[in-house]
């Protein structure tokens, strides 16, 4: 189990850019496929995007591809999301998470969460 923390969540403007990063702590990630998972307000989480464990694999969700860029450092424990051309309907709290498995868009499969961070883009 590793514990994740998220930062780099705020406001910005439609066409604007954010990059958010994930610090992981009592373990490595270099084991997990780590994540990023939204939840906007009255829906449901939906998966964002996704890197393998090497990094050699990434995969997205429709909405983001073209936009967003997760990666991620092992030798730092971190994980980012690099967001750009911002959307008011990307208005939503973004988790990172870790899974055990391969890498995968089933939200069901992350196990371990963080808090979230709010991002909210204006019109």
């Known amino acids: 189990q590793v514990q994740l923390v998220e930062s780099g969540g705020g406001l910005v403007q439609a066409g604007g850019s954010l990059r958010l990063s994930c610090a992981a702590s009592g373990g490595t990630i270099s084991g997990y496929t780590m994540g990023w998972i939204r939840q906007a307000p009255g829906k449901e989480r939906e998966f964002v995007a996704a890197?393998?464990?090497?990094?050699?694999?990434?995969i997205y969700a429709d909405f983001v591809k073209d936009r967003f860029t997760i990666s991620r450092d092992n030798a730092k424990n971190m994980v980012y999301l690099q967001m750009n051309s911002l959307k008011p309907e990307d208005t939503a709290v973004y988790y990172c998470?870790?899974?055990?498995?391969?890498?995968?868009?089933?939200?069901?499969?992350?196990?371990?969460w963080g808090q979230g961070t709010q991002v909210t883009v204006s019109s």
């Open positions: 890197v393998s464990r090497s990094a050699g694999s990434t």
């Open positions: 998470a870790a899974s055990r498995y391969t890498i995968r868009q089933l939200i069901a499969d992350y196990d371990d």
